[in-house]
C-alpha cells in the first residue's frame, strides 16, 4: 500500500496537497498551546513572556512547598482514584447486565446511563448542590465522591461494553459445560478477557474526575479544593508561573493516561489479530 | 450451569424444554437486570434526583405562602377585577404582624420583588410602620395610608401569583415573559427582559463553534482516514493529546498565548505586522478560539470513524465512470460523511451550548453563556427559582438534540468515535 491515495489528475494532486496543508495548520492550532505553556514554567522570571530571561525550577518548588498547591493534589488523587474504583465496580456490573439483558427499554436504560455525559455540567452541579447541601454532602469528600462516580461510570459503561460486544459467549458456556460455577467463569474466563475494556474505562473514569472543575466549584469546601479548581481561581485572579507548572503537572498525568490507554488498544488489537 | 442442564435435556418431551428454556430465560434476564440495578439506583441518588429537584425548583413557590398565609387564603377566591376587600387588607396586616416576628417577612419581600420591583420597600415599609393590628374594618384604610401602593389592583395580583404553592413565573421570566395585571401572558419590561438575548447568545457562540469546529476538523478527519493505519495513527496523537489535556491547561494556555504581552501579540509584533497590541482575549474571539479547540476532536473523532467507513472503491467507481473529481466528491464522498458531519455536529453543539469554565475565564461580560447565568443565581444572588428556569430551558434543549443525535448515531458505535 502507498503512503498517499492514488492521484490521477493534477486538481486531485492539488486538493490532497490543500487537505495536507489545512490539517497541518490544524495539528499546530491543536498542539502548539499546550507545548507554548510547557517552557515558561522553567522560567526563572515571572512574566509569562518569551525568550526566558533563563532556566530555573523554582516554580516547581513555589508549587512544591506550597501547602495550597499540594493540598489540591492530593485532593484531585484521592476523589479521583475513589470515585475510579467505584465507578469500575458500578459501570462494569452494568455492561454485563446490559449485554445480557434484553427488552424495549433496554436504549431508555443505556441512554439513562450515558446522560450523565451529555446533561450541561452546571446543570448537574446545580442539582447536586441543591440535593446534597440539606443531607450535610456539600464540603465534603464523600459528595464529591458520589458526583465524580456518576460522571465517570458512563465511560466505563461503554468501554466494558464495546469490548463485550466483540466477547464470544460461548466462552462462558464452554466454561459452564466445564463445570465451572459461574463465579469462577467469571474470574477466570470473563474477566481477563474484558479486562482492557475495564481498565480503559478506569483511565476515562479517573481522567474525568481530574480533570472536573464544575461540580467543584459548587459543591467543594475549602478543605476539598481540586487541582482544577486550584487553577480556576489562579487563572481568575492573575496567571502566575506556578500556574503553569501546575499545568505541565497535569499534562504529564494526561499523557501517562494517553499512553496506557494507547498501550491497551495495540494489546487489545494485537489480540483480536491473533485470535482472527 | 442452566445451558449444561439444558443440553443434557434433550430426552425429555418437547413442551417441558420449551418451559424450561423460558424459564431459564427469565433467570438470565432477573440476573442481567440485577447487575444493572446498583448503578441505576446510584444515579437515581446522584444524577436523576438532584436534576428532578432542580427542575422541581423551577415551578416551586411556597415563601410567599409561608409568610403570608392568611392573605393567600383570603386572596384565593379574589376575582382580581377590583380591590380585594377588608377581609383581604385585615389578613395581611396581622400576616405582616406575625411574619415579622417570625422574621420570614424578608423572604416574602424577596420573592415579591422579583416579580414587581419596588415591592421589597412596599413590604418592609409596610412592616415598619404597622406597630399593632389595626382595628377592625380599618385595615383598608390604615394601610393604603402607610403606602399607597395597597390601593394598587397590581400589588395584590402580585401576592396572589405568588400565592404557590407552584408557579410558572420563573419559567415564564426565564424566556422574558411575565404575566400582566389581567393574568394575560406578555412580554418582560425591557429592562428585565434579558434572557432570551442570553439564550440567543448562547445559541449563536455554539454554532459558530459548532461551524468552525467542522471547517477545521473536515479537512484533518479526512486526512486521517485517507492515510495508512502506521501514519494516521502517528498523526492521532494531535487529537488525542488535546482531547486528554485538561481542561484548564488548555484554557490557561491559551490566555497565555492571547493576552497583550502574550506570545501571539508580540510575534506580530516583532514581525512589524501590528505597532499596538491586539485585544485577542476577554472578548468573543477569545472565547470562540478557546472552545474551538477544546471541542475540535469532537468533531474529528466521530468524523474519521465516518470517513474511515466509506470505501475507496466508491470514488473509483465514480472516476471509472467519467466523474469529475469534484463531482465525485461532491455526490459520492460527502453525502456518505453526512452522519459523521450530523454526529460530529451535534455533539460539539450540545457540549458547546451548556459551556461554562471556558467563557467564564475568557470571555467578557458580554460573552458570557447561559451556564454563567445559572451559577450566578445559585451561587451569588440565591435566586435559585430562576436558576432551576434557566436550567430547565437548557435541559430541555440539550435534550431534544441528544434525542436527535441518538437517532443520527444508532447503528453507529455508541461512542460515535468518542475516546476510543
Redesign the interface.
Known amino acids: 500500500m502507498s503512503d498517499t491515495p492514488s492521484l490521477r489528475t493534477p486538481s486531485q494532486r492539488i486538493a490532497w496537497t490543500a487537505t495536507i496543508a489545512i490539517s497541518t495548520l490544524v495539528f499546530i492550532f491543536l498542539i502548539a498551546p499546550i507545548l507554548a505553556i510547557m517552557p515558561l514554567s522553567f522560567s526563572s522570571g515571572s512574566y509569562l513572556t518569551y525568550p526566558l530571561p533563563g532556566l530555573s525550577l523554582r516554580w516547581y518548588d513555589d508549587f512544591i512547598s506550597s501547602p495550597r498547591w499540594m493540598n489540591s493534589l492530593k485532593n484531585s488523587m484521592i476523589i479521583g482514584v475513589a470515585s475510579t474504583v467505584v465507578s469500575m465496580v458500578l459501570g462494569t456490573l452494568a455492561a454485563l447486565g446490559l449485554a445480557q439483558w434484553k427488552s424495549r427499554f433496554k436504549p431508555l436504560v443505556l441512554a439513562f446511563v450515558l446522560s450523565p455525559v451529555v446533561v450541561p455540567g452546571v446543570i448537574t452541579a446545580v442539582g447536586l448542590y441543591f440535593f446534597f447541601a440539606p443531607i450535610g454532602l456539600t464540603g465534603s469528600y464523600l459528595g464529591l465522591i458520589l458526583a465524580h462516580t456518576a460522571l465517570a461510570t458512563p465511560f466505563v459503561v461503554i468501554t466494558v461494553g464495546a469490548t463485550l460486544q466483540s466477547f464470544d459467549t460461548n466462552l462462558a458456556r464452554a466454561a459452564a459445560s466445564l463445570g465451572a460455577s459461574p463465579l469462577q467463569a467469571f474470574r477466570r474466563v470473563i474477566l481477563p478477557l474484558i479486562l482492557p475494556g475495564i481498565a480503559s474505562g478506569a483511565l476515562f473514569a479517573f481522567a474525568t474526575s481530574f480533570d472536573e472543575v464544575v461540580i467543584v466549584l459548587f459543591m467543594a469546601g475549602p478543605e476539598q479544593r481540586t487541582l482544577p479548581r486550584e487553577m480556576f481561581s489562579g487563572i481568575r485572579e492573575n496567571i502566575s508561573p506556578t500556574i503553569t507548572a501546575a499545568a505541565v503537572i497535569l499534562t504529564t498525568v494526561s499523557v501517562i493516561l494517553l499512553a496506557t490507554l494507547e498501550g491497551l488498544r495495540r494489546r487489545n488489537e494485537r489480540l483480536k489479530g491473533s485470535s482472527a | ?1 442452566t ?2 442442564l439444558l ?1 443434557g435435556a434433550d430426552a425429555s418431551t418437547e413442551v417441558p424444554l420449551k418451559r424450561r428454556l423460558r424459564r431459564a430465560e427469565r433467570t ?2 432477573v ?10 439506583v ?2 437515581l ?10 427542575l422541581w ?1 423551577a415551578v416551586d413557590d411556597r415563601e410567599v405562602r409561608q409568610a403570608l398565609p392568611k392573605t393567600v387564603a383570603a386572596l384565593a377566591n379574589w376575582d382580581g377585577k377590583d380591590l380585594p376587600d377588608e377581609k383581604a387588607y385585615a389578613a395581611l396586616a396581622s400576616d405582616i404582624l406575625s411574619a415579622r416576628g417570625a422574621g420570614t417577612i424578608a423572604i416574602a419581600a424577596k420573592r415579591l420583588n422579583y416579580a414587581l420591583n419596588g415591592f421589597r420597600t412596599i413590604l418592609t415599609g409596610t412592616a415598619r410602620h404597622l406597630k399593632t393590628a389595626p382595628e377592625p374594618d380599618t385595615a383598608k384604610e390604615t394601610l393604603g395610608k402607610i403606602n399607597p401602593a395597597w390601593r394598587e389592583r397590581t400589588t395584590w395580583t402580585t401576592i396572589k401569583d405568588a400565592g404557590g404553592p407552584v408557579t410558572g413565573f420563573y419559567l415564564l421570566a426565564a424566556l422574558d415573559l411575565t404575566r400582566n395585571v389581567d393574568g394575560a401572558i406578555v412580554s418582560a419590561p425591557p429592562d428585565q427582559a434579558i434572557y432570551r438575548e442570553i439564550f440567543a447568545r448562547t445559541f449563536l457562540i455554539s454554532l459558530g463553534v459548532t461551524v468552525l469546529c467542522l471547517i ?2 473536515f ?2 478527519a ?2 486521517l482516514a ?3 493505519p502506521r ?1 494516521s495513527n502517528l ?1 492521532m496523537i ?5 482531547f ?14 492571547l ?1 497583550s ?3 501571539v501579540n ?1 510575534s506580530l509584533h516583532w514581525l512589524g505586522i501590528i505597532d499596538e497590541p491586539l485585544r485577542l482575549i476577554y472578548n468573543r474571539f477569545g472565547v470562540c478560539v478557546a472552545m474551538t ?1 477544546v471541542l ?2 469532537f468533531m474529528i473523532l466521530p468524523l474519521y470513524s465516518s470517513m474511515k467507513a466509506i470505501s ?1 472503491a466508491y470514488m473509483r467507481a465514480a ?1 471509472s465512470l467519467g466523474a ?3 463531482t465525485a ?1 461532491l455526490r459520492i464522498y460527502l453525502p456518505q460523511t453526512l452522519p459523521g458531519i450530523g454526529a460530529g455536529g451535534l455533539l460539539v453543539f ?1 457540549l458547546a ?5 471556558t467563557p467564564a ?1 475568557v470571555g467578557g461580560a458580554a460573552d458570557q453563556m447561559i ?1 454563567y447565568f ?2 450566578l443565581y ?2 451569588e444572588t440565591a435566586n ?1 427559582g430562576l ?2 428556569a434557566l ?1 430547565a430551558v ?2 430541555l434543549a ?1 435534550i431534544l438534540l ?1 434525542l436527535v443525535y ?1 437517532k443520527l448515531v444508532q447503528g453507529q ?3 460515535g468515535g468518542m ?2
Not at chain 2, 45 to 54: E, L, S
Not at chain 2, 353 to 357: E, K, Q, T, W
Open positions: 450451569m445451558d449444561a443440553t438470565r434476564q440476573k442481567a437486570l440485577a447487575l444493572v440495578a446498583p448503578l441505576l446510584f444515579l441518588f446522584t444524577f436523576a434526583g438532584p436534576i428532578a429537584g432542580m425548583r477545521l476538523g479537512p484533518v479526512y486526512l485517507t492515510l495508512p501514519r498523526l494531535f487529537v488525542l493529546l488535546p486528554w489535556t485538561s481542561l484548564l491547561v488548555r484554557t490557561c494556555a491559551w490566555i497565555v498565548l493576552q504581552k502574550g506570545v508580540d479547540h475540535l476532536p475507496p472516476a469529475p473529481p469534484l466528491f450540545i451550548l451548556g459551556y461554562y469554565i475565564l451556564s445559572i451559577a445559585t451561587t435559585w436558576a432551576s436550567g437548557l435541559l440539550t441528544a441518538g458505535q455508541v461512542t475516546k476510543n
